[in-house]
């Protein structure tokens, strides 16, 4: 059974600091990670996707890879109150449409 | 606009009595699937469609069926509902060129 898991939080954060959001993986396979940011009562949304080691920039988020350690993270510089949400990490083996999501992380940036 | 659409938004219905969730994507995507979310559980998969007329299993297909007649419908049924099937399910959809799927705004089922 592939399991993706995650700190179910809450994680709390003030304004203007770095979350730091952590997801590992049981399946050496995969081979495609993605975050999604999910609001309370809306559909997730896709925020970063990552294929490599290493990380991957894009504005105030970062995806950090590590395919040796099963581990992939999220990181979110200067935390906003609109980035509280539950964070979804999800893994896929990179050959077809079997996704595994983690149960989330639920993230609270306080004013 | 690009969008994933699902019907019904709520739904209230009683064991046995089945019921078909539609789904429908406007971006040609090759690629569908359904999930439900249970607290504590996150996205679990129940099935995916990779085209039309081929359909796959993912991680909780029990109770649940699927057909992709068209590339742009993947309607999710279930033959007999059951209260354990109470739940927030998502439609999804993506194309092959990455993995990122777009989701619907999901349909809230409970079975009494």
Redesign the interface.
Known sequence: QKEVEQNSGPLSVPEGAIASLNCTYSDRGSQSFFWYRQYSGKSPELIMSIYSNGDKEDGRFTAQLNKASQYVSLLIRDSQPSDSATYLCAVNDGYGQNFVFGPGTRLSVLP | EAQVTQNPRYLITVTGKKLTVTCSQNMNHE?M?W?RQDP??????IY???NVEVT?K??VPEGYKVSRKEKRNFPLILESPSPNQTSLY?CAS?SPK?????????TRLTVT
């Open positions: 690629y699937s999930y504590g559980l996150g996205l679990r998969q995916y469609s990779m796959d993912g991680d998502f993506s990455g993995y990122e799927q777009y989701f619907g705004p999901g």
